[in-house]
């Protein structure tokens, strides 16, 4: 049978497009009942818990002699939580910047780049003109969030003058005011800090599986919500990287920390952290850096999505971009740079193939 | 496939505990489940209920969970694997003589615009002659090969087929077209 016949047979046999539909309604009322034994396994397994817990605490005892462990307070926040409990229905998909305050009010902001500088007092300025207040709690911490989409930066300045850089598509959560023992941050995304040293409270950023402990240096995040994939770059000073139950990994000046959060395989290496950090400044620099990681990062950045062939996989590029440009510049700039053709097969995806 | 990178990231998503992903992977995947999970004949009901046991599984088990190669293959294998085992608790109960094998359903179409037509009548007729003669295994290759259009690595998945045997097994199927596709009325194709 030749292929023509053969599609020809299967043009007859009805498609599943042609079947009938799972009406709405039932659609609903079975998702309802699968929320229903969902929750019947949430106890099961709370019941399950004081087991666990004592579990843990049996091998704490036998390696707290070994390890200085990072003590887990009792006061943790649960910031996967709470970022799901106020989350705004159209926070990930809106194309401006937002600030989401205490009272889950948001403020949508224009432009490219939002500065967001919070005073001592709780005091909050946006680009210079807006300001308002936020009142930091006496009993419970009180959270703002920053969310920036695609193509978008964002600076914001702390009030204990720590300074935040936040990359596109990356949401950051914080107390308006700090407690008086720990200074935590919550982010999903890139973020580069340069954070101002205070012995007495140490600094730590959360990404969900992993703490970034510091004192006090500038260094970058990029712990992306829907990529297993963590990265921290340290420029100077001292962090310390916290994994639950492991020993804490110190990086050095220079040092690039990469973590599969899935395979939990985790590898320190030189690199020259320009190359991390420039995109705070509007540029991307890139020495010998495979084309693959290039794109990534400008996909992540324009929002776009790209596709190439095998052999542009091991290509090196070296190089600067200007992020302020358009994509389309961008893009033009690393034909030049780099023996490849950029087409564009359908909105938002590009092909790149090797130059014939 | 940019439907499958989305699911895989939301899939990850979900394991870290993201419930508004799970609900995402639910609306997304349910209707083409549905859809799928009639074809082996156990009637709306049944495919109801174990779409309800794959989602439930997938959040009872999310703690010790990987994201799958392939995640609308990864849902159909386990629709499947669910239509199998209630029938097998079926014909327990009745003590049926069956080896408890799913059949596999595939209609010919009907153009509404030509229901009175005889020509068009000739052609289901034709068309459902030779679908009777394929096995349900023969239908299900054939289906995830040629009308859902999967790749082979999936369809070898779906079939629990090594690549050889599942090649085979198509190749069989279509030879058994292709004999009575030649006898059947020119006309009507």
Request: proline share 3%; aromatic share 8%.
């Amino acid at each position: 049978m030749d292929t023509e016949e053969k599609l020809k047979f299967f043009d007859y046999i009805k498609k599943d497009t042609d079947m009938p539909d799972l009406p709405k309604e039932e659609e609903r009322e079975l998702w309802e009942r699968i929320g229903h034994l969902n929750r019947q396994s949430d106890r099961r397994r709370l019941r399950r818990l004081p087991t666990i817990v004592a579990a843990a605490a049996v091998c704490l005892l036998l390696v707290a002699g070994r390890y200085a462990f990072y003590d887990k307070a009792d006061d943790e926040v649960d910031y996967v939580a709470l970022m799901q409990e106020t989350e705004q229905h159209d926070e990930r998909t809106a194309d401006k910047i937002q600030l989401i305050l205490s009272d889950n009010k948001k403020i949508s902001i224009d432009g490219k780049e939002a500065k967001v500088i919070y005073g001592k007092t709780g005091r909050v300025s946006i680009n210079d003109h807006i300001d308002l207040e936020e009142l930091a709690g006496k009993e419970k911490e009180v959270y703002n969030r920053l969310v920036v989409p695609e193509n978008k930066r964002s600076l914001i300045t702390l009030g204990d003058g720590t300074k935040l850089w936040v990359n596109s598509s990356t949401r950051v959560l914080y107390p308006v005011a700090f407690r008086p023992d720990r200074r935590e941050i919550y982010v999903e995304g890139e973020i580069y800090l340069e954070v101002s040293r205070d012995e007495a409270r140490p600094f730590i950023v959360k990404t969900g599986q992993v703490d970034i402990r510091v004192l006090g240096t500038s260094f970058n995040v990029s712990a992306p919500a829907d990529e297993p994939d963590l990265q921290v770059v340290l420029v100077d000073g001292r962090v310390e990287i916290v994994r639950e139950g492991k020993e804490a990994d110190v990086l050095s000046p220079n040092q690039l920390f990469s973590y599969n959060r899935q395979t939990e395989r985790r590898l320190i290496s030189s690199v020259d952290v320009m190359d991390y950090i420039a995109w705070k400044d509007g540029y991307y620099t890139f020495s010998r850096q495979f084309l693959s990681v290039v794109l990534g990062k400008l996909g992540k950045y324009y929002g776009v999505r790209f596709t190439w062939d095998d052999r542009i996989k091991l290509m090196t590029c070296s190089g600067k971009l200007d992020l302020k440009d358009d994509l389309s510049e961008v893009l033009k700039t690393l034909e030049r740079t780099a023996p490849i053709i950029i087409g564009r097969t359908e909105e938002n995806v590009y092909t790149i193939h090797v130059k014939p | 496939m940019q439907k499958e990178d989305e699911s895989r990231r939301m899939w990850i998503r979900f394991l870290s505990g993201d419930n508004g992903a799970y609900e995402w992977l639910y609306t997304e995947h349910v209707g083409p489940l549905y859809r799928y999970g009639l074809h082996f004949g156990v009637g709306a009901e049944g495919v109801e209920d174990c779409i309800q046991e794959v989602f439930a599984g997938i959040y009872r088990n999310r703690k010790r969970q990987a994201v799958p190669e392939h995640v609308a293959t990864y849902l159909m294998v386990s629709l499947k694997n669910c239509l199998l085992r209630s029938r097998q608790r079926i014909d327990r109960t009745r003590e049926a003589e069956t080896d408890g094998a799913l059949d596999f359903l595939l209609e010919p179409t009907v153009e509404d615009t030509f229901i009175d037509n005889e020509q068009e009548e000739n052609r289901r007729k034709a068309i459902e002659q030779i679908l009777d003669l394929l096995t349900p295994r023969q239908k299900e290759i054939l289906y995830y090969r040629y009308i859902r259009e999967l790749e082979m690595e999936d369809v070898c998945r779906l079939m629990e087929l090594s690549y050889q045997s599942a090649q085979n097994l198509i190749q069989r199927s279509l030879k058994k077209i292709r004999e009575n596709f030649k006898k059947t009325p020119s006309d009507w194709v």
